[in-house]
């Protein structure tokens, strides 16, 4: 929920498919959730049937089947199939991680992927293809918008990959919607989350990458190209180390979780036997006492508090929400990213920015890609 700032809160493909031809596929690498969950939405955007919601990230792939009342029927989630970034000493790669894949990591591979858990949730939902209202699909930038043409920088094998287009085999006939995955979760927020109500809202999540939307006077902006509200990519300290862009100095150069899982082991960190050396586990390592561990998810903290006091400086915006793992690591994060905006907040307009964490940060992005389907006159487009 919101708060007023300062207040401190707690820490190959086929041109279409069916249920029937993919639910027979193995369904280990994929958790399925078949129950339906009430949104409280309201009366629907557009009738016609449900919405396939699609969130696609670094690390993950997650599908949903939403109703037109915006309950949430089934959902199914895969962890990407191709590591992401491979960590390299820091003599090797000053910048701190390259874009690297492994073996079984092509563009149709990860597509493959992509498929198999759409697949999923319409067998789980009992959903056949035919039958849904249309496509809403959140995924990293940057990308071509509105023809869907995605080359995520945490992706590295879909380079001017052509997302849209390949949805539109799966599903003939029906609209295809794909924007970046933080406009995405900003119409999940306003629709449907911890930002509903607020005109002029900024959503951010802090995960493999560092990405954001926003919500200008109740509406989605999309700016010249649709890449409005990439916040990873504000330069935080033009010293700082490059970042995957070609930039230098970014929020996420700073704050992603492959970014400070690098940083700490450069120091020293290392994990307990037999655990990641990712995010999460850095994260638990810092609220057990390690201090490199802390002093890096601190820093990390930083960096958002500060890119956010300069979204603020620029929008005027009424309020930020804050997801993703390390947003829910506990406070060691959120008190350096309090403390981050303060010290770069100088005027009143932007200290009065509400700063909030996601009420429902692991299906928000799925509700907002849904609204491009089911709350057009907001969330929507032309097809």
Not at 25 to 35: D, L
Not at 317 to 324: D, F, H, N, P, Q
Not at 330 to 352: C, M, N, Q, T
Request: aromatic share 4%; net charge neutral; proline share 8%.
């Amino acid at each position: 929920m919101l708060s007023p700032y300062p207040v401190r809160m707690s820490s190959q493909s086929q041109s279409s498919l069916s249920s029937q031809s993919l639910s027979s596929q193995a369904q280990g690498a994929f958790r399925v959730e078949p129950s339906a969950t009430a949104a409280g939405l309201g009366a629907p955007g557009r009738a016609g049937g449900p919405a396939l919601a699609v969130d696609i990230g670094g690390t993950k792939i997650a599908a949903a089947i939403v109703d037109a009342d915006g309950t949430i029927v089934a959902t199914a989630r895969r962890p990407m199939p191709v590591p992401v970034y491979v960590h390299r000493p820091a003599e090797d790669h000053p910048g701190g991680c390259t874009p690297g894949r492994g073996a079984g990591g092509s563009a149709e591979e990860v597509f493959g992927a992509l498929r198999d858990c759409i697949g999923a949730v319409l067998a789980a939902a009992e959903v056949t293809a035919d039958a849904v209202a249309g496509v809403g699909c959140g995924c990293a930038g940057p990308m071509q918008w509105p023809a869907g043409e995605v080359s995520p920088l945490n992706i590295p094998s879909w380079q001017a990959f052509p997302l849209r287009p390949r949805l539109r085999e799966l599903f003939p006939g029906r609209p295809v919607l794909v924007h970046n995955d933080g406009v995405a979760l900003v119409a999940g927020e306003h629709w449907a989350g911890a930002g509903r109500g607020v005109r002029n809202l900024l959503a951010v999540t802090v995960s493999t990458g560092v990405g954001g939307g926003l919500v200008l006077g109740d509406r989605l902006f999309h700016g010249t190209s649709g890449n409005a509200g990439h916040i990873g990519h504000v330069p935080v300290d033009v010293d700082g180390p490059d970042c995957p862009c070609g930039g230098r100095g970014c929020v996420e150069a700073l704050a992603s979780g492959p970014r400070t899982v690098h940083r700490a082991r450069a120091a020293g960190w290392t994990p307990a036997d037999g655990q990641p050396a990712d995010g999460h586990t850095l994260a638990a390592a810092a609220a057990a006492g390690d201090e490199i561990a802390r002093r890096e998810l601190a820093r990390a903290g930083t960096a958002v508090g500060a890119g956010l006091a300069a979204s603020a400086s620029l929008l005027d915006l009424e309020a930020a929400v804050v997801a993703g793992g390390f947003a829910q690591s506990g406070p060691i994060f959120w008190d350096a990213l309090l403390a981050g905006f303060e010290r770069h907040a100088g005027l009143a307009f932007v200290r009065r920015m509400r700063i909030g964490r996601s009420d429902d940060p692991a299906r928000v992005a799925l509700r907002g890609a849904a609204a491009f389907v089911l709350a057009p006159e907001r969330y929507g487009w032309p097809d």
